[in-house]
């Protein structure tokens, strides 16, 4: 009998523990516990309120645990916050964040996803629809180029666009040796970096609405959200390393490069991946295009009614869960019950991305109580010019975001202190925009554990630490690029 592959199965351990993770745990611990001895009640936490983050990353790169090391981190955190009940106040945090609106949604919208995903897989449909594109791509480097295509046609909106266009790509980009890594890069690369440059999608609407409240602009937010898509550097910059990427030019860096050579062996799906190949058999038998007709018609009415609601994601998956039930029972593709089963299925395969964005949310409220952005944002603004600010934005505001892998909330603190300080200067106010967007953008694109990262690795099917690895070092040359790009425009421009 076959082992269980899900994230939360039980498992006998595959090897003894080792004492290089002991002494990671000890180290942390003396680290936190000397810092809180050290620390006065009551004043600033200054640059201690980096540490959390950086155990994070610590752990993180050591244990490739993307679920445990921010655990870690948080609960180190709020040793140095409460560190006589610092039991109690997780237990406070938690439950605030399990209550909160947002967390609420993306349980929803992701869970739902899944099931949604799950029901195109077991149908057949995606496995034709694979075949289609077999047919029309002929080549790896055409299969890449697709990809990313139809990334940057799925626009409206990040969560939509890491998972609809991974499910719709993975069995066709595995036929020609694509590593699930490099697929999890380009999803991941179309997602927040394309969205930020759409003013149709979720990110444009969200942020149009802070500027406008904010009073950035006397005139709509929308308008001033337009302006400064041309300076949203690191979207652009995102978008033509994927290019260079697919077509070949770029070459296999780092990580990348073993995972590409492990694909080019025969095996594109790394070992411990939270996905399996279906076989020919394993699903039912349709006629060719009448397959694909079932797969891209559920994926229109996600799109179209996500577009209905007011880019309302939730509301657009529910409609093509319906949707999609009653198109296959009527074909008689499946029973009412496997296809229960299937969104079953496909909610529990949403549970450890669930859990990471849910832990991430933890630990950003405790960065928010150690005033880590307001700590980040004090220490550079004696240094800066009206030249500098662009650059020194992004660069202290991808930080930020890096850390936290809070792309929206993170702006809620920063935005009324940097628009003032903008003003203040006369700095061109499209290109400050665009510099705190493409920070936004870069923070989700690059952290391991921001919701689009481990959704575009979940649906591609690696893990987030696996995405993380292979996907940082490019992310990190659209970083520096980025930078220089905005040092540039700042002498030019001021």
Known sequence: MSQSTHPFAPSLPARRGTGRTLTLMLAVLATVVGLTLTHRSGTDFGWISLVPSLIVLVVAIATHRTLEALAIGAISGLILLQPEDFVG????????VMMDETIA???????????????????????????????????????LLSTAALGVLIFIDDYLNALATSAAMKRLTDRFGVSREKLAYIVDSTAA??????????WAVYFAELLETNGATESAGMWLYIQSIPFMLYGWVAMGLVLLVAIGIMPDIGPMKAAEARAKGGQPIPDDAPDVALG??????????????????????????????????LKGVIVAIMFTILLYLIQRLATFATLMDAIMDGFRTMMLPLAIVAVGFVLREINDQLGMTAFMIDALTPHLTVALLPAIVFL?????????????????????????????????MPLVVGALLSASSFGSHACFFSDSSVLSSQGSGCQPMQHALTQFPYALIGAGVTALGFLALGFLLT
């Open 89 to 96: 106040e997780l237990a406070d945090i938690s439950l605030s």
């Open 105 to 143: 949604w993306l349980i929803l919208v992701c869970g739902l996803m899944g099931g949604f995903i799950a029901m195109l897989e077991k149908s057949g449909c995606t496995l034709s629809f694979s075949h289609f594109m077999t047919r029309l791509v002929k080549t790896r480097r055409q299969s």
């Open 193 to 202: 970096p394309i969205c930020i440059l759409v003013p149709l999608s979720t």
């Open 280 to 313: 020919e058999d394993d699903v039912p038998r349709t006629r060719p295009w009448v397959g694909v007709i079932n797969f891209l018609a559920p994926m229109a009415v996600l799109i179209g009614a996500s577009a209905w609601f007011e880019i309302d994601l």
């Open 396 to 428: 202290s505001m991808a930080v930020v975001v890096f850390a936290t892998g809070s792309s929206w909330g993170v702006f809620v603190i920063s935005i009324p202190i940097v628009v003032p300080i903008a003003q203040s200067m006369g700095a061109p």
